[in-house]
Every structure is written in C-alpha cells, then in structure tokens.
C-alpha cells in the first residue's frame, strides 16, 4: 500500500517526466553540436582584429545599415554588395571602386542614389573597441574614453595645436597629467594614424 496520497503521487510522476523531458532536450542540444553564431555578433575584440580587417559603418535609408566586417582591403562596391546587391545597378555612374578605410562610414540614399563616405563617429568606434586617431580626435572624443576627463583631453589637444601634430603615441608622456603607467592605458584606446587624415 502506498504512502503518498494520489495528489503527491500524480505530482512526483509529473515531476519525474519533467526531469526526463529536461535531460532529453540536453542529451539532444550535445549531440547535435555546437550552436551557430549569428551573423551579426560583437565586434571582434581588439585583440582579435587583424591589420587586414576593415570595419565598415552603414546608414541607408530603408535598411537602417549596420557594421560590417570584411578581410582585406574593401570597396564602395564590396560594401554595397553586402548591403544592397539588388540597388548595385543604381550607382553605376558612381566611384564604386574607391578604396576603403578601416572606419569609414557611407551614408547611402535611393531616391536619387548617393554615396556620401565619411568617418564613424568617435562614440560607435569607442563602443566597437577600435582606437581613435589621436591626431584626428577633439576633446569631445577623447572624453569617451575611459580614464579621460575634460581635463586631459583639453590638455591634450592643447599640446598637438601648440606642438604639431603626435608622431609617436610615446609623445603623450610631454602632456601634462599623463606618466608612464596611463600612456599603457591609453595605447588601448587611441592609434597614431596619419593616413586617415582628410
């Protein structure tokens, strides 16, 4: 004779199939394999970010854009490829095969088509880990980075206006409020580029 009532008895029943519904769905989730990653996950962390990758920021009107990723160096045309392979033939008479820069931003429209390319915004690069230009960057830029304050930033672009232009990230230690230990820090955030000036 059993001990439970019917009631605690259809419960541990029940509570049993639950436990072996759970494990069968695991057993099934380990045999089939790892889970796909999404297309569009995080941007690949500094670290991982090879010379060769360009990061490409989109605003086109009806598709709302996005970043874009690519290996290799990258065209107006590669780009509207990925994004808008049925548009392509609107931008014919447009410099589709102009070269790309880690960083850009094209602005696309439609109706008329046009192509306007242009630097991300300093507050997307920061959020996608990529550094800033310090020769390039103005205090409302630096102050997104972590550890930079009004101060130091204005400092900063104070120096490059009164000295030239930075030829070296180690030219940060003649800015005042910046040693040794806090140039390491900053190295993550910011990159001498003197080919993206425009």
Do not use: C, W
Not at 28 to 39: D, E, M, N, R, S
Not at 57 to 78: C, K, P
């Amino acid at each position: 004779m059993s001990t439970f009532s019917p009631l605690a008895e259809r419960q541990l029943r029940g509570s049993l199939v639950m436990l072996l519904a759970v494990v069968a769905v695991i057993l099934v989730k380990i045999a089939a394999g790892p889970l796909p990653v999404p297309f569009f996950s995080a941007s690949p962390a500094l670290s991982e970010q090879t010379v060769s990758t360009s990061t490409i920021q989109v605003d086109m009107a009806g598709t709302g854009g996005g970043i874009y990723f690519f290996e290799g160096g990258v065209t107006v045309r590669d780009v509207l490829a990925a994004v808008a392979p049925r548009q392509m033939k609107l931008f014919q008479t447009h410099a589709v095969g102009e070269r790309l820069s880690h960083g850009d931003r094209l602005v696309v429209t439609l109706n008329p088509p046009s192509i306007r390319r242009e630097r991300m915004e300093s507050r997307v690069m920061v959020a996608l880990g990529m550094p800033l230009d310090i020769n390039g960057v103005g205090v409302e830029d630096l102050v997104m980075i972590p550890g930079v304050g009004p101060v130091t930033a204005t400092a900063i672009v104070r120096h490059r206006e009164e000295r030239g232009r930075f030829k070296a990230m180690d030219d940060l230690i003649a800015v005042r409020g910046i040693g040794e230990k806090r140039l390491q820090g900053l190295k993550r955030y910011l990159t001498l580029d003197t080919g993206q000036a425009r």
